[in-house]
């Protein structure tokens, strides 16, 4: 057996990595009354009777030792869609506060805008754990702020949790995008904030597009849900025909010609404009965002009836003209393009995608720069290039 004690970190950290946790901020006041707060990965339930929660923050950390000298604090249950304001939490400034919306407990901590759920708690215990504290808080009040799913840390990333019944079936698929997706996160990170725009990726498991990243322009108020699933309906999943055999081409342009001389049409333009370019898309898109895109996620997880392809075959029709590649001959600016580009394996095949959308209005100049700097993101992941930060985990705990 191996001796626990000559383990390495790093393995040790790794390993650990492959069981989720939630992610929560302990929050409180300190005597000045301004705000205080720490992120971790380790909030449990302790007790029911007494109601008791627990966590474990570093014995070194500053933020805990301000906590604990509150002696009281608010566990907030981030949600799913709130990655930023919890990476936001774990920089190292004096406010980590600023720029966060947020209202005072029934302890006068604070409670962070559109967490799951917020719990009050006065400081119970304090007992060594390693190079950790088990610290554990007697209940005083919970209130469920969102039910919606949380937001979790698996395997060096931030995710979602979503029923089985609304994700695609492969987990070992899923996992492993999450781990490719993740040496490319910065540059997606970066991109989203340059273009004021969002940056997702979604990974190929059998007819559906799932996303398993997502990164967004601060001032967008809404974005991709980790798990949501988009069939690959043409004229979308051209991108994974990417150096595909003729005979998926073939099925694919066979299900675009039952879909009408619309989509059929505008199916082999944005086929044509991938394997030209090795991005493609679309100059504009109000009426896609607004109406096909949620019905397209809707139809990715609910029984598929007649009357609900004839919806979706309506909307692909009404919305044709956002889903058209950018066009050299179309001088004005529109709003609302979206792209995408392939992620190759190590067998040239796509089996993961990037997309970048709610982009403001931009030409189709602008909007060709914005698809090469996708290529180039793409191109970094499947090069093998990995940066990824290791301190990540440290940050959460």
Request: include cysteine.
């Amino acid at each position: 057996m191996t001796n626990v004690h000559h383990l390495d970190p790093a393995l040790f950290r790794e390993a650990l990595g492959h069981h989720p946790t939630g992610v929560a901020v302990i929050s409180s006041i300190d005597a000045e009354g301004q705000p205080i707060g720490l992120v971790v990965g380790t909030f449990n339930s302790v007790s029911l009777d007494p109601p008791l929660v627990g966590f474990f923050p570093m014995r070194e950390s500053r933020s805990w030792a301000e906590v604990q000298k509150a002696g009281f604090f608010t566990v907030n249950i981030f949600a799913h869609d709130q990655e930023d304001v919890c990476r936001a939490l774990t920089r190292r400034q004096p406010d980590k506060f600023a720029g966060l919306n947020w209202t005072p407990s029934t302890n006068g901590s604070p409670v962070l805008d559109d967490v799951v759920l917020s719990i009050d708690c006065t400081l119970a215990d304090v007992a060594p754990a390693g190079d950790h504290h088990f610290v554990t808080g007697l209940v005083e009040d919970v209130t469920i702020h969102r039910p919606v799913p949380p937001l979790l840390f698996f395997q060096g990333g931030y995710g979602g949790f979503v029923p089985r019944s609304f994700v695609a079936p492969s987990d070992a698929i899923i996992a492993e995008a999450v781990q490719l997706v993740q040496s490319i996160r910065t540059d997606m990170e970066e991109l989203a904030t340059a273009t004021d725009g969002e940056v997702a990726a979604y990974a190929l498991v059998e007819d559906h597009a799932v996303a398993v990243a997502v990164a967004k322009a601060e001032n967008l108020s809404a974005a991709t849900v980790i798990g949501s699933k988009i069939p690959l309906t043409p004229p979308f999943g051209e991108v994974f025909l990417t150096n595909a055999p003729q005979s998926a081409i073939d099925d694919w342009f066979a299900k675009a010609d039952r879909m009408g001389e619309d989509i059929a049409g505008i199916s082999r333009q944005r086929l044509t404009h991938l394997q030209a370019n090795g991005w493609t898309g679309s100059h504009t898109g109000p009426y896609r965002d607004s109406r096909l895109f949620p019905a397209l996620v809707n139809y990715g997880t609910e029984e598929i009836t007649p009357a609900r392809d004839r919806e979706l075959r309506n909307l692909l029709t009404e919305a044709a003209s956002d889903l058209l590649p950018p066009d050299a001959r179309n001088t004005g600016r529109h709003p609302g393009a979206s792209l995408v580009a392939p992620i190759l394996n190590s067998d040239g095949r796509c089996t993961l995608m990037l997309r970048l959308s709610h982009l403001p209005r931009l030409s189709v100049p602008e909007v060709e720069d914005c698809g090469r700097s996708l290529l180039e993101i793409a191109s970094r992941a499947h090069s093998g290039s990995r940066h990824t930060d290791t301190r990540e985990m440290e940050n959460v705990r």
